[in-house]
């Protein structure tokens, strides 16, 4: 019987693939067993202290192998997530992350101790400070291991639940980031969020999105993303959740090989609804191939 | 959002081009033939795309027989392109149903369609009932695909900006003011914004905008309404008329 549970800490999972925030919606069509039962647990879209409309003009771009997005956090806000969606999502049985998103201190406490109220329907709290598309806060708080250590301390006393950190990979010394949010108190790591990318309409001989950079993810940062796992894996002992660019059962074996507990699925999800499903049938074939019997076996073993 | 959305293998089952850049194209898919509606949409992929073009593209079904799909596809970038290069036999993904369709209208409607904005409004017309159908499309160079239209509903009142086909003049030329059936439009936002000056009585619109999932879960499909933001994808793509916020 081959055995793909994992644990991030003390939250166990029944597979090792999670749905990245902002990547799956909350209408009941998408909540089906036949979808999600090769799910280990899904992120909330972002979620933030007062409902946010989310940027102006363009939102999403492709490119080769990759997708910029200038979302601005659209959600509708910490009281409709605890009031109204936690209700329904608790019903579905699979593990819910609430992926909290940081703009100010005092947006944070409160958004926190309204998740104390759910506390039992919440696997885990995401603390976002990550996000490379909005003004205030957020992706600041992640770049330097001083704030994010402050951002983790302030939710580590309201929240004695589990605490992951969703990393933002432009932060210029991610060792130390990762460090300072193991030693604030940080259950896991999520490594990482988008990229800062641009684009321009050569058309019409402007920037595509009215911020001008927006986030990039997709299969083309996969490369990028898994040298960023490889590294923080090295530098901390908690564990690490590679996120960026995992679209088939191979890339999720090379995340867990450069020392990732998990993985999670953003962009791959949008042109493949059955995308977990079919990685975990890679998965298998690769186990029973290999005479693998418990995934975890296989964390960090191409650093040995 | 309704119905059980899903990702389904389907094989082309016929192709013809209506004009150098349109593509026509059945696609075998019964699930989604026996539970869409008209309004409703489904996303394509082509799985020799392999990762780039990246997202599926969305379109709208125009016709429905037995298990089939029939959709009208206008050659504009990489992912038609490619699509008008695959046969009869060839594999696609197709992703639906998708969002929310026309609602079912109490008297005869008129469809009123710009150029590929024919597409929805003709499954409309498959499901609802003939009515008047008045299309408007650029001129030079659309009679094949004013020609396949006619073919499918022969009451289709044509006009074209340059007077080569039918009547010199917009869609809207064929609509009165105050117009009392109810209007079934899709076209370019140009267009669809035009109608709200001739006040129809109630009026439902078609819009398009980029997608990335099709399933409500990105928020990058978003347009500007009365009630603020709203996902084209899950809560339209039918919006009416009074709720958009033409101007954004
Ligand atoms: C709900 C819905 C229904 C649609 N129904 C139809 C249909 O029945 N027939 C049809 O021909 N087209 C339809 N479209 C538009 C169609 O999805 C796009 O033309 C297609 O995705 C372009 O793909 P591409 O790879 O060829 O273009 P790309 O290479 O991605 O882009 C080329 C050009 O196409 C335009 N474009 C890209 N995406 C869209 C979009 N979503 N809407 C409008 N323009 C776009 C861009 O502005 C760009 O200039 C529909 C769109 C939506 C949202
Ligand atoms: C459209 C879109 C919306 C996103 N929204 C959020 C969000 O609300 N919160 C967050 O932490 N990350 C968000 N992300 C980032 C993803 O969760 C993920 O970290 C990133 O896309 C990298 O993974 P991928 O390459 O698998 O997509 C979003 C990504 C996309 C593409
Ligand atoms: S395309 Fe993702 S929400 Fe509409």
């Known amino acids: ?304 | 959002m309704s119905g059980n959305v899903d990702d389904f293998p389907c094989k082309i089952t016929a192709r013809e081009m209506v004009g150098e850049d349109i593509l026509s194209i059945r696609v075998r898919c019964p699930s989604i033939a026996e539970s869409i509606y008209p309004g409703q949409f489904v996303l394509l992929r082509d799985p020799s795309w392999g990762m780039d073009p990246l997202l599926m593209r969305p379109f709208a079904v125009s016709a429905v027989h037995g298990e089939d799909l029939e959709l009208l596809i206008k050659l504009v970038g990489r992912g038609t392109s490619l699509l008008a290069g695959r046969s009869v036999g060839d594999d696609l993904v197709v992703r639906g149903p998708m969002g929310r369709g026309f609602s079912s209208p109490e008297s005869s409607p008129i469809y009123v369609a710009g150029a590929l904005g024919a597409a929805p409004l003709l499954f409309a017309r498959q499901v609802f009932g003939a009515g008047r159908f008045v299309l408007g499309v650029p001129g030079e160079g659309w009679g094949p695909f004013v020609d396949y239209l006619e073919a499918r509903c022969p009451e289709m009142e044509v006009f074209s900006d340059d007077g080569s086909i039918g009547v010199r003049g917009t869609a809207l030329d064929g609509l009165e003011k105050g117009e009392s059936h109810p209007v079934y439009a899709c076209g370019p936002m140009g267009m669809m914004a035009a109608i709200v000056k001739l006040e129809p009585l109630s009026c439902q619109v078609s819009l398009e905008s980029r997608m990335a999932c099709g399933i409500g879960a990105c928020c990058g499909c978003v347009i500007e309404t009365i009630q603020g933001k709203r996902r084209v994808c899950a809560d339209g793509p039918v919006f009416n008329l009074e709720e958009v916020v033409w101007n954004a």
């Open chain 1, 1 to 304: 019987m081959l055995d793909l549970s994992v644990n991030i800490g003390s939250v166990p999972l029944r597979s090792p693939v999670i749905i990245a925030s902002g990547t799956w919606g909350y209408d009941e069509s998408l909540w089906r067993d036949d979808l999600l039962r090769h799910v280990g647990a899904v992120c909330s879209k972002a979620i933030t202290e007062s409902p946010k409309d989310g940027n102006p003009g363009h939102r999403i771009w492709e490119t080769p192998c990759g997708l910029l997005n200038s979302i601005g956090l659209q959600n509708t806000g910490i009281d409709d997530f605890v009031d109204e969606k936690v209700p329904k999502l608790k019903s579905y049985g699979v593990p819910i992350i609430a992926n909290v998103s940081m703009e100010d201190e005092r947006g944070l406490a409160r958004m926190v101790e309204r998740l104390m109220e759910v506390a039992d329907c919440v696997a885990a709290i995401e603390l976002n400070v990550s996000c490379p598309n909005v003004d205030k806060g957020c992706m600041s708080w992640g770049v330097s291991p001083v704030l994010t250590s402050q951002a983790v301390s302030m939710v580590r006393e309201v929240w004695r639940g589990p605490l992951w950190v969703k990393m933002t990979p432009q932060a210029p010394d991610p060792e130390g980031v990762a460090r300072a949010a193991e030693d604030s108190g940080a259950d896991a790591l999520v490594v990482a969020n988008t990229w800062l990318g641009m684009a321009i309409d050569v058309d019409g001989r402007k920037a595509v999105f009215d911020r001008v950079v927006a986030g990039f993810s997709g299969p083309a940062v996969f490369p990028m993303a898994l040298r960023l796992v490889w590294q923080v894996s090295s530098a901390v002992s908690i564990p690490v959740i590679g996120c960026g660019g995992v679209s088939s059962g191979r890339d999720l074996l090379a995340m867990i090989m450069a020392g990732a507990t998990a993985i999670e699925l953003g962009t791959g999800m949008f042109r493949d609804i059955r995308l977990p499903e079919n990685i975990l049938r890679e998965v298998k074939a690769y186990m029973t191939e290999e005479k693998v019997e418990e995934l975890r076996s296989l964390v960090g073993v191409a650093k040995k």
